[in-house]
């Protein structure tokens, strides 16, 4: 399962009721937030997401709008009685400014914040459990700045039980459920693994925000089902993407494009553009694949051909 | 002229769609901006504020809810070009932590942040212009924590032109508006001030937060127009008070009806209480001038007998 919250999509500062970067990652492991800027707290409890339920929080860079809202949100956690650890991956300088703050404040959280300095340099693979992997994406940004790669794991594939004329044995059943033939004693094929299974697809997600347009992306991002990449300018604003380390709709779409993702969805708009059509339809000029990621809407990391709205528990 | 729009009154951790704390002062001197909890310029947009102007933020202390929405709110003021100096009041760590931060995000302010390192142990008075005065008012709370008292000066007399016989001369008029009586060559008045003038009200509003119950605070705030005051707890939630240094409704109506106050605005309420009522009732029942503070309302310091809510242009 990988499933997209959008929090907040708006670039530098709010506008148009568009909050700053955030988004919350449904995995198989747990819930994981994607940059948290300010008011992703209040976010997460208009979306009626339950707070204790995350289990890690991945920042992209220090800028403000991807990162001011975790001092209130790792406050909150505390005042809920939280005990499970949770695990921070981010720029090393978040910890001395965290360290800073709680000196200050005489706070003292009632969990483990587990810290893990993002290397800015080189991808890196920071996470792995039976599930899933999640790697950094070094990107090209004012300051030091990484994207995320999260990957399902491939899965056990699911037996439809009723196309056996009798019952498989245990041994059989795992052997299938591990994708390989059941072979009789004469080595001949008796259940073969795509007649008698499916295997449910492994889906994978990037983040990628802030980065100037990067073509050498495409090595880490090929293939994957959904891109998420930042589309904070119209090409028509190239220079200021260029001098700002930013990227444009027609460029992500491009990038897109080249590394043959399932689909794009777009964000991290300018308070330029109040309405983000033009955006859209730039992008989809060049990659017909791509989409606006909207505030509260909650998006399926689907089968590399779509990304379906969702009217989930967690919808507004 | 003195009103205050109320931007968030929630305690600890925003809750039932309340923002934690933070109001915007209207006053002669310019719109100031009295704590800056999280998401406050979201709000401020939110309630159209023009943000370019503010003149002064004043932050009580450095728990989380007072003071996060700083970084957001200075980073906002840049990306829209200001250039006018802004004055910050607060305790001097606050400083160093946005130091800190704009170093790590290569931040360059377009404006100059004029810092001024408030004193929690003594009363100060940290502004003064024509117009009115602004002082601390230390307050006893788990860390350094002082609040502000706003008093206008008195004002100049207004003149009631249609009641004189003969056209006053400017010597006659300047005296007039200064509050004296004008006298004939023989010393007899010839212009009583009392009938000739009435002199606006000069309107005094202090914020107190956060705070234990402390009566010593009645020397200060002895007979200001509007108290506004932490009522973080229900009577009944006394020890949780005590011991987490807040004060009860109960006890801040007391304190208002010690220090002869107008009107006592509440606010910085616990999230254990979804209903407010409890808390005004038990208010009113000691001090009926007391009033609920509702987020995104504005009200007018009055004259001491009322605080009369505003639709103004400022209102959602």
């Given amino acids: 399962m990988l499933e997209v919250l959008v929090l907040g999509n708006s670039a530098a500062t709010p ?19 994607i940059d948290c800027g300010e008011g992703t707290q209040m976010q997460l409890k208009r979306y009626k997401v339950k707070l204790l339920k995350i289990k ?12 001011l809202g975790i001092f209130g949100l790792l ?5 809920l009685g939280r005990k499970s650890p949770l695990y921070l991956y981010a720029p ?12 200050v404040s005489q706070t003292i959280l009632t969990y483990p914040l587990l810290f893990e300095a993002t290397n800015p340099d080189q991808p890196t ?5 039976d599930a899933m992997t999640i790697h950094t994406v070094p990107l090209r940004h004012r300051i030091a700045c990484t994207g995320f790669l999260f990957r399902e794991k491939p899965k056990k594939h699911k037996i439809h039980i009723e196309l056996f004329e009798e019952k498989p044995t245990t041994p059989q059943i795992l052997q299938l459920k591990n994708g390989h033939d059941v072979l009789d004693e004469d ?13 449910p697809p492994h889906l994978s997600y990037a983040y990628i925000s802030d980065t100037i347009y990067d073509e050498t992306l495409v090595g880490q991002l090929n293939s994957i089902d959904v891109l998420y990449h930042e589309t904070t300018f119209l090409q028509e604003d190239h220079s200021k993407a260029q ?6 709709a027609q460029q992500a779409a491009q990038l897109a494009k080249t590394a043959k993702v399932g689909s794009l969805l777009m964000g991290h708009y ?20 791509s989409q606006l990621s909207e505030q509260g809407k909650r998006y399926r990391i689907g089968d590399a051909q779509e990304i379906v709205e969702k009217a989930g528990e967690n919808s507004p």
């Fill in 15 to 33: 506008a148009y009721q568009r909050n700053p970067s955030a988004q919350l990652l449904y995995t198989d492991f747990g819930l994981l937030l």
């Fill in 56 to 67: 890690a929080i991945f920042i992209t860079h220090l800028h403000g709008d991807h990162y």
């Fill in 75 to 79: 406050s909150t956690l505390s005042l």
């Fill in 92 to 103: 090393a300088e978040l910890a001395e400014i965290i360290r800073l703050q709680h000196k």
């Fill in 125 to 129: 693979q920071i996470f792995e459990n």
């Fill in 187 to 199: 080595g001949q094929v008796m259940y073969a693994v795509d007649k008698y299974t499916t295997q």
């Fill in 243 to 248: 001098e700002t380390f930013h990227t444009t």
């Fill in 270 to 289: 300018s308070s330029r553009y109040q309405d983000l059509n033009p955006l859209l339809q730039e992008a989809q000029a060049v990659f017909p694949k």
